[in-house]
Each structure stands twice: as structure tokens, then as C-alpha cells.
């Protein structure tokens, strides 16, 4: 790879050859070119592109203070025999710098004043005319103001209608739909604990002996109680996403469970059996662990944010 041709040789060049060509793209490009251009334009190293540009960039900045300096000694009086209109527009120039200190911006306001044209003259009127005296105006007649009529805002045919308010459905219904559910679920579920083992217990021996309960209502309570809550949170929109998933799949599950189970105490209460085959017998002992972990995994996740 060769360097370009400057001054005759296609050689690496040193900077002052090569500072000619530079100011010249500097020039074209209307700002000192970046080091990667210099080092592109001219086939050169890097610590030579940024002494160049270190040269470029100290001429840019000569020939600016040389130019303020001209436009400042403008304004203090060394024209320099500048016209009055170069006075006047360094004087512009340097009331409109905001670097500029205040003393220079207030003698460039100066200057603009110094130099503006002069008003028109007065017209001249004559001593022997006195000045006619303006004829007296009539007083308006004050009337008092017509009440405003009340005006009827019309709408524009494209403005759409402010939607009606809508009015939530009643719920009542679902309870009447409700209640032979609950009854049906309930005496099955109940009827399945029978099968598989669920019956009476007392929960405080020692403490309150006379108390029982029967063990087999805690497969209702669970399953169906956990189903509805699930589905509740799925199609409340107001949970995060991973909730929602959680609650669908869970709800679904959960219902599918409960059918199952209706399916399994009828069958063995229409065959006359009185004891659960063993594999039913395990899946019906799990559910209540099944509903307590699923119940605190979606709490958390309904308490979490994506």
C-alpha cells in the first residue's frame, strides 16, 4: 500500500508537506477532519495523523482569535480604517457574542447607537398659523347590553358520542346455579373420602375429646374452594403474567379433578363397592397436599411482579 501522490512523491511525506493538502480538506469539509480520516486520507501512522491534527486544530484556533481580536478592537475605535458600516457590523457581532465580557457587549450597544441613523425631522409649522384646535368628540351613547342569549354547543358530525355508562351484570343468578352444585359435589366428594379411607377423627385429643369431624369434607372444601379462586384470578385481568398462566392451567386441572371424581364415586356406587381400589385411594389422600402447595404458589406469584 502506497501513500497518495502529494507534491510529486508517492512517499510517506513529512508534516509540513502534508499540512498544505490538510488545510485544504479542512477547508472542504467546513471543520478539522477526525484523526481516522487523516490517517485514511493520507496513508499515514497514527501519531502522525494526531500531530496534524494537533497543527490543524492550533491554526483553526489562531485564526479565530485573530478574527475576534479584529472584531474587538473594532468596537473599542481602532477602525484601522475600517468603514462605518464594518464598525457597525462588528459591533452586532460582538453584542450578540455570549463569551464576550459585559464591558465589550455594552460598548458594541454604544457603537450601534453611535451609528444609527437620525430620526426624520420635525415638520415645521409656521408661527403665524396657530395650531387649529381638534374639534371636540361626541360622547358615545351608552346603551345597556342585551342579556346573552344562551347558545346550544354544536358538536362537530366527526366528534364520537360519550359511550354510554355501562351497567355491570347481576351475579345473583350464580347462586341459584350454586346450590345444586354444591350439593351434588359435596355428597360425592364426601362419598369418595367414605371409599377411600376419610372418616370421622377428633383434631384435639386431650383437649376437646367430644369433638369430631369427619375428615372427608376437607376434599370439597379444597379442591372446588381452590378451583373457583383459581379461576377467578385467570379472568381478572389484574394479576401479573406468570400468575394468570399459573392460575389458568391450575383452575382447568382443578376442575378436571373435581369431574373425575364425581365420575369415580358414582361408578363405585353403582357397582356396589365399598372400598376405593388402591390407586384411587392415592390420588384422593394427595389432593389436599396438592390444593395447600398450588393455594401458596399462587398467592406468591399474584404478590409478584414481572
Known sequence: MTAPAINGTKYPQPIDELLPAARTLTKELGEVP???RLMTEYRIGAPKATELRIRLVEEKARE???????TYNLVRGGTGGATDADV??????????PTASDYLRETARDVLADTAP????????????PPAAPDPAPVPEITPADPPAEVTPVSHPDTPAAPAPVRSAVVWPVVLLALPAFVAIWSGWVGLGGFTGFGIVHPLPGIWDSFSINSAITLP???ETYGAYALYVWLSGRVPERARRFAKWSALGSLAIGALGQVAYHLLEAAGVTSAPWWITTAVACLPVAVLGMGAA???LVRTHD
Not at 437620525?118 to 398659523?129: I, K, Q, R
Request: hydrophobic share 45%; aromatic share 0%.
Open 118 to 129: 437620525d430620526p426624520l425631522p420635525a415638520p415645521v409649522v409656521p408661527e403665524s398659523t
Open 88 to 97: 457597525a457590523d462588528a459591533a452586532r457581532r460582538v453584542a450578540a457574542d
Open 34 to 36: 477526525s484523526r481516522n
Open 64 to 70: 479565530i482569535a485573530a478574527r475576534d481580536t479584529t
Open 298 to 300: 399462587l398467592a406468591h
Open 221 to 223: 372444601i379444597g379442591v
